[in-house]
C-alpha cells in the first residue's frame, strides 16, 4: 500500500526558509511524477510544484518561482520542497502527491499524503 510521510512545516517569520520532506513506500518511486499542492480552507486546492520521475523537469506555479524549488531523491523515496522567503499568503497546508504523469494539473496526480501545515506569519 502506498504511504506518504510528509515533514517539515511550522511557524515561521516572514522572509524565512522551510525545506518540506515527503517519504514514500509501497511503489516504484521513480516511475512517478511528484508534486505538492497546498490547499487553504474555503478556497481551492493549488498546484505548487511538480517533478518528473527522473528529476530532469520541474514545473512551478508562477507565485512560488523564484522562491520555492522541488527537488528528488529517487534513492530515498523522497521529495522534497525548499521554500525560501515565505510570505503570510504562502500559509497552507502543503500536500505531497504522485502520479504516472508529468504535469501541472492537480487531477493527473492520484497518490496523495495528508499534508504538513507551514504558517508565515510575525
Known amino acids: 500500500q502506498e504511504q506518504f510521510v510528509e515533514s517539515g512545516g511550522g511557524l515561521v517569520q516572514p522572509g524565512e526558509s522551510l525545506r518540506l520532506s515527503c517519504v514514500t513506500s509501497?511503489?516504484?518511486?521513480?516511475?512517478?511524477?511528484m508534486g505538492w499542492l497546498r490547499q487553504v480552507p474555503g478556497k481551492e486546492r493549488e498546484f505548487v510544484a511538480g517533478?518528473?520521475?527522473?528529476?530532469?523537469?520541474?514545473a512551478y506555479a508562477d507565485f512560488v518561482k523564484g522562491r520555492f524549488t522541488i527537488s528528488r531523491d529517487n534513492g530515498q523515496n523522497t521529495v522534497y520542497l525548499q521554500m525560501n522567503n515565505l510570505k503570510p499568503e504562502d500559509t497552507a497546508l502543503y500536500v505531497c502527491?504522485?502520479?504516472?504523469?508529468?504535469?501541472?494539473?492537480?487531477?493527473?496526480?492520484?497518490?496523495w499524503g495528508h499534508g504538513t501545515q507551514v504558517t508565515a506569519s510575525s
Open positions: 509501497g511503489f516504484t518511486f521513480s516511475n512517478y511524477a
Open positions: 517533478i518528473s520521475g527522473d528529476g530532469k523537469n520541474t
Open positions: 502527491m504522485g502520479g504516472t504523469r508529468y504535469s501541472t494539473r492537480i487531477y493527473d496526480y492520484h497518490l
